[in-house]
T-cell receptor
């Protein structure tokens, strides 16, 4: 099966940098994704890592270490609108593809 | 707009009843995933269909079933509803069978069981 762990809550101030960690256990790993969800809204895709290393997309970066079964999402120059829940998700490999989400990290950005 | 359409947006029904939630994936996407999100909870994977065939099953109750039709739309059937089934139900779609680097979510169906 698959399981993911991420912190339940993170608080930071505007303009700061925050890192949300995710560790996973999976039988067959294909890649790690990150999604953002504002209250009551649909999750939206932020980033995807299949290989080790850092992927940068504007203010957001995502990192993966396959050997450590670990990844993180880095948010820079935080803005109030970044207050949301952030989910890491593992895509399992093989014919039985399954996209399994962590329980989410609620990020609160303070003025 | 993600291109994924879910209907209805809201549904209120009584315990013991049966409902059907519908999902139309993005044009060209062959995979449809269903998720349940209870209040302040994460996204619980229910089931994955690819091109009409069931590919993976998560923690889906026996009272729940799903299918994907030849036109690729999918339906999630929930029966013998209980109060605890009240939740947001999302479907997501993604590109054909190879890599899934991005899943597109619909706006969800908010189910309230009273």
């Amino acid at each position: 099966g698959q399981s993911l762990e991420q912190p339940s809550e993170v608080t930071a101030v505007e303009g700061a940098i925050v890192q949300i960690n995710c560790t996973y256990q999976t039988s067959g790993f294909y890649g790690l994704s990150w999604y953002q969800q504002h209250d009551g809204g649909a999750p939206t895709f932020l980033s995807y890592n299949a290989l080790d290393g850092l992927e940068e997309t504007g203010r957001f970066s995502s990192f993966l270490s396959r050997s450590d079964s670990y990844g993180y999402l880095l948010l820079q120059e935080l803005q109030m609108k970044d207050s949301a829940s952030y989910f890491c998700a593992v895509l399992s490999s093989g014919s039985a593809r399954q996209l399994t989400f962590g329980s989410g990290t609620q990020l609160t950005v303070l003025p | 707009d993600s291109g994924v359409t879910q209907t209805p947006k809201h549904l209120i029904t009584a315990t013991g009843q049966r409902v059907t939630l519908r999902c139309s994936p993005r044009s060209g996407d062959l995979s449809v995933y269903w998720y349940q999100q209870s209040l302040d909870q994460g996204l619980q994977f229910l089931i994955h269909y690819y091109n009409g065939e069931e590919r993976a099953k998560g923690n889906i109750l026996e009272r729940f079933s799903a299918q994907q039709f030849p036109d690729l739309h999918s339906e999630l059937n929930l029966s013998s509803l209980e109060l605890g089934d009240s939740a947001l139900y999302f479907c997501a779609s993604s590109g054909g069978g190879g890599t899934l680097t991005e899943a597109f979510f619909g706006q969800g169906t908010r189910l309230t069981v009273v």
